[in-house]
């Protein structure tokens, strides 16, 4: 079998041209979605991150203004910062890129955001909102996931789906996800023994560890719905994921690249968040 690949760049186009038409009415009545992202220092990758999320953003109208601090900055002056975007009725959602210095304490921080405008789906109330089902805001990471899955009409009810990976970022909400859409889910991680044995019983395998090219073909049931979160950049500058996607394709039958798979999605969902904060906000008035 050779693998049909989910494009997930493609899908993140179609779904923010959507986005666009909807900002636009959105703004036509008078609503006009702001997104503020905090970066402290000036980590290359995180820095390419951004610059996705202020691209995606410009596209489908979105204002967004980044903050940007220096690796120096104590966790009372970004406290003092969030305490201020919280109470600032033109900012719906807020995000501080991960990981933080050293100095910054990050669970602090993500629990200082105003749950209501917590456009990346951290903050403990969310996450518990998200287990019990009820309305909230999705991580953006799980969320891109379940949205590939079911733009191609891929059955999770009923199936085993193996998670590499218990991140609280991508991991752990992504098990959860789809354990909602009720699939019997196993979760791997650096403590797994025989962890082959494990993903070859999965009809969907994550793997969100951060090792380039850890899963191959080997570790694979043939047939198996494959999604590779990791992204590493290599020696030679290039991106690549957790899978090797050239033996993983001989045997899966849907799988996602590195670049142009998870990452775009990511982003995309950040943006359906931060409309639905929009939205919320206005309600609430
Ligand atoms: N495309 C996207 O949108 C996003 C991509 N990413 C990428 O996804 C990857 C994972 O990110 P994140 O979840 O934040 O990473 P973390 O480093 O927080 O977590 C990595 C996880 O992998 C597990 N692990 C490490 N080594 C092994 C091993 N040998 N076997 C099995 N499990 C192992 C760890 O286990 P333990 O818990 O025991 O330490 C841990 O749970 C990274 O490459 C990151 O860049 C992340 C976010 C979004
Ligand atoms: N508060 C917070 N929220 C996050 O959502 C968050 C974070 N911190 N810290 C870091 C991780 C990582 N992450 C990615 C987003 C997009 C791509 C992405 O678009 N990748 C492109 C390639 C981009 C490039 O060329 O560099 C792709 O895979 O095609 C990747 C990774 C969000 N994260």
């Known amino acids: 079998?050779?693998?049909?690949?989910?494009?997930?760049?493609q899908l993140a186009a179609s779904l923010r041209e959507e986005m666009k038409e909807e900002v636009t009415k959105l703004k036509a009545s008078g609503i006009s979605p702001k997104l503020v992202v905090v970066l402290i220092g000036d980590d290359p990758a995180s820095k390419s991150y951004v610059s996705g999320k202020q691209k995606a953003a410009d596209f489908i109208g979105i204002d967004s203004e980044l903050i940007s601090l220096p690796s120096t900055t104590e966790e009372k002056s970004l406290l003092e910062l969030i305490e201020r975007l919280n109470n600032d009725q033109s900012v719906h959602g807020i995000l501080v890129q991960l990981p933080l210095p050293k100095q910054i304490n990050e669970q602090a921080i993500i629990e200082a955001i105003d749950p209501s405008k917590d456009v990346d789906g951290f903050h403990p109330i969310s996450i518990g909102r998200m287990l019990t089902q009820q309305e909230t805001f999705l991580p953006c990471t799980p969320y891109g996931i379940v949205t590939m899955l079911q733009s191609k009409n891929i059955d999770i009810a009923g199936k085993h789906a193996v998670i590499v990976g218990r991140s609280n970022i991508v991991g752990k909400p992504v098990g959860q996800l789809l354990l909602n859409e009720h699939a019997t889910v196993s979760y791997c991680h650096s403590r797994t023994k025989d962890l082959s044995a494990i993903t070859k019983q999965a009809d969907i395998l994550i793997v969100a560890v951060g090792r380039e090219k850890m899963i191959d073909a080997s570790f694979i049931k043939p047939g198996a719905v494959v999604i590779d979160v990791g992204v590493n950049r290599t020696n030679e500058g290039t991106l690549t994921g957790d899978v090797d996607f050239e033996s993983a394709k001989a045997v899966s039958s849907y799988i996602t690249p590195v670049p142009k798979g998870v990452g775009p999605m990511t982003?995309?969902?950040?943006?359906?968040?931060t409309i639905q904060a929009a939205k919320a906000h206005n309600k609430k008035k």
């Not at 079998?1 to 760049?9: F, T």
């Not at 982003?267 to 968040?273: A, G």
């Open 267 to 273: 982003i995309t969902m950040l943006m359906k968040n």
């Open 1 to 9: 079998m050779v693998a049909e690949v989910i494009y997930g760049d």
